[in-house]
């Protein structure tokens, strides 16, 4: 060719017909993207290719005749002819599964797999209908377990390396390995070491036989028996997006999907498995109100009524909510609509002090998680342990990291799971996060690189030097004993680096939705203030708040101090959740009145509810979901909910319209209409739109009216050197009321540990795993402490809401940093 | 069930500074661990694990994959006899029996003092001095049942002094300065000739 520009295209003939390829696109995928489905096993678009299982081999001709070649290996080259149904190609993929099932048993009438078995099904299509091997198949002991919830059956298991591939190269656990050789290769663990991974149950919906199956799925339904809607995971942030499967009326199993913006089919075991909490028995069924010290079920217009005689008896001023990240954007925006339009109070915060000012969150500009995943960029933690609390977010920049080179600068108190990945992992001193900000950037931006909040100017020198490219700083709460000030203070700072994004890491569920739907105080729906927005609401909203009101850390202090007549709860658990449990009880325990609307009875709602009004759950009523880019995706109603519970919308209007007023809802649309008249940034929300984006979901941008707000300008004091600085980090499974409802993941929240660095454990003067009394000025624990190298000196790490040790209780919300003492008890 | 002894896991720390990836020094640290304990014990693949920045789980994978190494205890010597067809029509199979008769054990297992191991195996390469076995892998060639028992003997007397107990590969263990080993650098940072190249190349010159 004279022609020296680089082609964008690649000529390939499949079958005959001339198909346009992509420079560097796997042969299997051009011709599925032609329509012609090549079988495979191993392949898997998400990893990279093995050519393990050999089922994609097609003659392929590239000048010097046709040759069988592995499809999912092969790149395309011009001028490459492809066979898919000769009788030669038709002859070895026999034979491979011939092969295949040497020692795979034929016993697909008792497999869960059976009916959406790849192997089954591509037998079936391309298999040679009879076998002529008589000898003994290979036998293994039938399911082992790998880890507390997926099992393995090793006859079944045709090697393809899709399970142990995505241990290795996409969680980065790699904890389960072929073993063995030649005819006994098996996958298994090591002896005493199970597939503790967040990420197993991926393993097992990727299996392309029936080898690897989850305990709460197994042998619940025929695939045949199911039926599946769309929707999106609710047990964070990340919204991914997943198939809930359902029979009889029951939720038995979620799927991750394929969204390329979001999670890349995968979820973490946690997204996946807590649809066990919605089946559980203690679902409330019916509202529940007070009798003496007892709960106890009444019907509807009785516990309505008691709401609302409570709420209409009180000032405003004396009405506070918290909670709402639980809920669908469509119950959001009807709460907010009730809370501050009818009700009239801005007493209103989705946060339980446990995230970040919401007009930081907003005003930034913020990065999507592609952005953040660019490749060759440059991710700033400024935030809580990903694998932790974002599994699917964690993935996503694992593989960023990993496979993109995109490089990972932490700040962060202490080691988190990408640490192993990191290109450099600082560790300011708790408290003192903004300092160390200011100096990267000085350092980044030419200036002289000095130490900062304990971390050395060299570590801080080379990490400036590696900043490079696009950069985004995930910020969130790394430590739930350091104030939301302090992440502020150093998102502000690190704002200053030329071309930086943001994305949130806030956890809870819909949080992000509630932010948008003004479930804060000074916010109205739509990325707006009460000041600035108030002239929008003012035909579709009966009044707006004059001024703002108190945060949930403000509303429980006014409640503990008598000022709070009423109090709703909106799906939270203050006693728990709450960063500072000393107040969260006092408040309970002193304001007269407690609304809640729940699915399960929490610790709160037993200490302090008067009337309870049951919800459904996410699979149980239709609406959408914001996930932390600002990405709404739809959740779909699968099941019906248990009783007589009922979406949180329609008791928002039922509620409005006995105080009076008619919200104007007879549907999640007719929200979502409203939504998009009145809000600044929602224009774009339309069901066409929506249904459009069913899979990739609708990214709402801009700050709205937002601004970024100024530096608080923390300052901790002075540490002394009696005490430790705590961090108390969350971990995927804890003691929510959520994941005790779950049976399969109840048993897997860790039993609560102390970590101090050994040099501080060693002053301590006591063996590891011995219980120690942790002081702080408002609360104490017992615990058992252990020494670990990944912690700070001068630092103790706790985990949130463990089994028995709440972290909470040593907490005061209005401190800039939590000092512990820790003694021999 | 042991770790590295700290004389052991000095010499594990030499081995891995030998190669550009940790990683790379699985197999070695898999014999050193059987040379300690006689088979690689579920601690000693831990222990690599922790050394090489790898998992237990990769070890083992690893390590399954070879026969010679033992997952599970074994006699202090392992007797290898070649079953395959030249030394099987040069009379092995009456040897195996005869192996199997006096050391009072069947193929598989290890007598009750824990000193052998009676094993059969594939090939060893040894055809044209048919029959042949292996003692910790070192060779008895054209084995008579006499000869058989006489070792057998000269190993329980402690005469056997070229057979070391098994794991051990080598009677001698090199030293390598780090400033004599190859120098393998990784691919991704290679940029000029490695240093055993440019050693060699000096040493043709002189």
Known sequence: ?825 | MSRFSLDNESIAREIISRYPRPKSALIPLLHLAQEQDGWVTIDAMRHIAELTGTTPAEVMGTGSFYEMFKFHPVGRYVINICSNITCQLMGAESLLEHAEAKLGVKVGGTTADGLFTLEDVECIAACTEAPALQVNYRYRLRVTAEDFDQLVDDIRSGTARDIPEHGTLSLVRQSIPADRGAGIVPPEQAREVSVWMARNDAAEQN
């Not at chain 1, 040099?759 to 408002?778: H, L, N, P, Q």
């Open chain 1, 1 to 825: 060719m004279t022609n020296t520009e680089a082609k964008t295209t690649l000529s390939v003939t499949i079958d005959g017909e001339v198909f346009e390829a992509r420079p560097g696109e796997l042969l299997i995928e051009a011709c599925e993207r032609a329509g012609t489905y090549i079988p495979r096993f191993c392949y898997h678009s998400r990893m990279k290719p093995v050519g393990m299982c050999r089922m994609c081999l097609v003659e392929v001709d590239t000048g010097r005749g046709p040759a069988l070649q592995p499809a999912c290996m092969l790149p395309c080259s011009d001028g490459m002819t492809v066979s898919t149904e000769t009788p030669g190609t038709r002859k070895v993929q026999a034979g491979i599964l011939e092969y295949l099932l040497i020692n795979h048993p034929l016993d697909c009438p008792v497999c869960d797999k059976g009916g959406e078995c790849p192997l089954q099904d591509q037998t079936v299509a391309y298999g040679p209908g009879e076998s002529r091997f008589v000898e003994e198949k290979r036998h293994y002991e039938k399911p082992i377990p790998i880890n507390d919830n997926v099992f393995l059956d090793r006859e079944r298991c045709i090697l393809c390396d899709r399970c142990t591939r995505f241990a290795d190269t996409v969680a980065g656990d790699k904890l389960i390995h072929f073993m063995d050789r030649g005819n006994n290769t098996q996958v298994n663990t090591f002896p005493d070491e199970p597939f503790a991974s967040y990420f197993s149950g991926n393993t097992v919906q990727i299996c392309p036989v029936g080898a690897l199956t989850a305990r709460p799925y197994r042998f619940k339904a025929r695939p045949w028996d199911l039926d599946e809607t769309v929707s999106t995971a609710w047990t964070d942030s990340a919204g991914a997006r997943v198939a809930v499967q359902s029979s009889r009326d029951k939720v038995i199993r979620l799927l991750g999907i394929d969204s390329d913006p979001v999670n890349w089919g995968w979820l973490s075991d946690k997204e996946r498995f807590a649809f066990e909490a919605l089946n559980s028995d203690d679902r409330l069924t019916a509202p529940l109100t007070r009798v003496g010290d007892h709960l106890v079920p009444t019907g509807w217009s009785t516990a309505l009524e008691r709401a609302v005689s409570l709420l209409s008896d009180a000032d405003p001023d004396r009405v506070a909510v918290i909670g709402g990240a639980r809920l669908t954007n469509e119950s959001q925006y009807a709460w907010a609509k009730l809370a501050k339009g009818v009700i009239g109070t801005d007493n209103v915060d989705s946060q339980l002090a446990d995230g970040l000012d919401p007009e930081l969150v907003l005003g930034l500009p913020r990065a999507t998680i592609d952005e953040a995943c660019t490749p060759g960029g440059t991710i700033i933690l400024c935030g809580p342990d990903p694998k932790e609390e974002i599994g699917s977010l964690y993935l996503r920049l694992r593989h960023a990291v990993v496979h993109d080179d995109a490089r990972l600068i932490e700040l962060t108190p202490t080691a988190t799971g990408l640490s192993p990945v990191a290109a450099h992992s600082l560790h300011p001193r708790p408290g003192e996060v903004a300092d160390l900000a200011r100096a990267l950037v000085e350092a980044a931006n030419g200036g002289p690189a000095v130490s900062a909040a304990g971390v050395s100017a060299e570590e801080i020198s080379s990490a400036a030097v590696a900043i490079d490219g696009s950069v985004t700083i995930i910020i969130g709460r790394a430590s739930l004993a350091e104030s939301a000030d302090c992440v502020t203070d150093a998102a502000l700072q690190l704002a200053a680096l030329p071309g930086s994004r943001f994305l949130s890491a806030l956890r809870r569920g819909n949080i992000h939705g509630a932010l948008d739907s003004g479930l804060a105080p000074g916010l109205l729906p739509g990325r707006t203030t009460i000041e600035a927005g108030a002239a929008r609401f003012a035909d579709a909203w009966p009044s707006t708040p004059a001024s703002r009101g108190l945060d949930t850390a403000g509303i429980l202090a006014a409640a503990a101090d008598g000022r709070i007549d009423v109090l709703v709860l909106l799906g939270s658990d203050p006693i728990n959740d709450f960063a500072g449990r000393p107040l969260a009880a006092a408040a309970l325990e002193t304001v007269p009145n407690v609304i809640a609307l729940d699915m399960l009875v929490n610790d709160s709602i037993a200490m302090a509810a008067d009337v309870v009004l049951a919800a459904s759950g996410a699979t149980e009523s239709a609406g959408t979901f914001t996930n932390l880019e600002g990405r709404i995706s739809v959740c779909r109603q699968r099941v019906t909910p248990p009783g007589t519970a009922r979406a949180d919308w329609m008791i928002a209007s039922e509620i409005a319209r006995r105080l009076g007023f008619d919200l104007g809802f007879d549907s999640v649309e007719s929200i979502r209409a409203e939504i998009a008249a009145v809000s600044v940034v929602h224009s774009g929300l339309d069901e066409k739109a929506l249904a459009e984006a069913l899979v990739d979901g609708l990214l709402i941008g801009g700050s709205g009216d937002i601004m970024v707000p100024g530096v608080v300008g923390v300052s901790p004091s002075a540490h002394d050197a009696y005490s430790l600085r705590l961090v108390a980090s969350r971990s995927m499974y804890d003691d929510g009321v959520a994941l005790r409802n779950s049976p399969s993941s109840r048993g897997l929240a860790r039993s609560v540990t102390l970590r101090l660095n050994p040099t501080d454990f060693d002053k301590i003067g006591v063996d590891r795993g011995t219980v120690v009394r942790t002081e702080s000025a408002v609360g104490r624990l017992l615990v058992p402490v252990e020494p670990d190298p990944g912690v700070p000196v001068g630092s103790a790490v706790l985990p949130w809401a463990a089994p028995g040790s709440p972290a909470n209780t040593l907490i005061d919300p209005f401190s800039t940093v939590t000092d512990v003492r820790v003694e021999r008890a």
